[in-house]
């Protein structure tokens, strides 16, 4: 979830962990200048009002420009009242509203799409998992016979990754700070970033939907392992990837 106006966050309306429904009102913001500028387009409005009337009487050959001025001061308008009512914050979505640290910016001037939150479904859960540069070639390009998901904690059982989706777009920031060093993940982070998010090297993204037996207790952010069993290749291709995917990451070319 982000704001879609900036503006100064006010307060919260839904508690974090409460649970939900599409449409209702989780925070709320103001924004002075923006009240300001609506009053300024509705003066312009009513100026733009009385001098067509006056021209539709006196000097009929201004009704064009007069009324197109007319229709941009409308259009101003309609934009800045979409953005006032943007100033509460609605979830998008049924499910259970998680902004673990978002009451700590009360007071504080937020940017427009800066993230506030999530609304997490409990009735779905997905599987993401990072691929490094080495191997993305192998698994992007081959179909799977079948996907297990293994969560720590609960190594013994096995879950299903359905629906899987590779996203073919190359990423540096983690979708979770749990996947790198500082989150007790694999992925290698960059020195330069504290909140342990940044990826040292380039990675690209899988996603599974989790198809998962009753035993196993599913939670957002809990980690774990996904295994893809793919279609069998020769030797030969396979030492061939292997000497070019070396060459590239020593040496660039």
């Keep these: 979830m982000v704001n879609e106006a900036p503006g100064y966050f006010e307060r919260l309306i839904a508690q974090p962990g409460a649970t939900v429904v599409k449409g209702q009102p989780l925070a709320i913001f103001s924004n002075p200048e923006l009240e300001l500028q609506i009053v300024a387009a509705k003066a312009s409005r009513a100026e733009m009002e009385a001098r067509l009337l006056q021209a539709m009487r006196l000097e009929t050959a201004n009704l064009k420009p007069l009324r197109s001025m007319l229709d941009s001061v409308e259009k101003r308008i309609a934009r800045l009242e979409a953005d006032r009512a943007a100033l509460t914050v609605r979830a998008r979505q049924d499910g259970v509203w998680v902004a673990p640290s978002l009451e700590e910016g009360v007071g504080r001037w937020l940017?427009?799409?800066t993230s506030l939150g999530l609304i997490l479904d409990p009735s779905a859960f997905d599987f993401v998992a990072t691929v490094l540069q080495e191997d993305?070639?192998?698994?992007?390009a081959r179909n799977f016979r079948e996907t297990e998901i293994r969560l720590h904690g609960q190594a013994e059982e096995t879950a299903l990754g359905l629906n899987v989706r590779k996203i073919p777009a190359e990423k540096r920031n983690l979708p979770s700070a749990a996947l790198g060093w500082a989150g007790g993940g694999d992925v290698p982070i960059s020195n330069?970033?504290?909140?342990?998010?940044?990826?040292?090297?380039?990675?690209f993204e899988v996603r599974a939907d989790v198809a998962a037996p009753k035993e196993i207790t599913l939670a957002h952010g809990r980690a774990g392992k996904i295994r893809f069993e793919l279609e069998p290749e020769p030797l030969l291709p396979r030492a061939v990837r292997s000497l070019r995917q070396l060459l590239q990451k020593r040496y660039q070319i």
């Design 111 to 113: 940017a427009k799409g």
């Design 192 to 203: 330069q970033d504290p909140n342990g998010q940044r990826a040292a090297e380039p990675f």
């Design 136 to 140: 993305v070639e192998r698994l992007f």
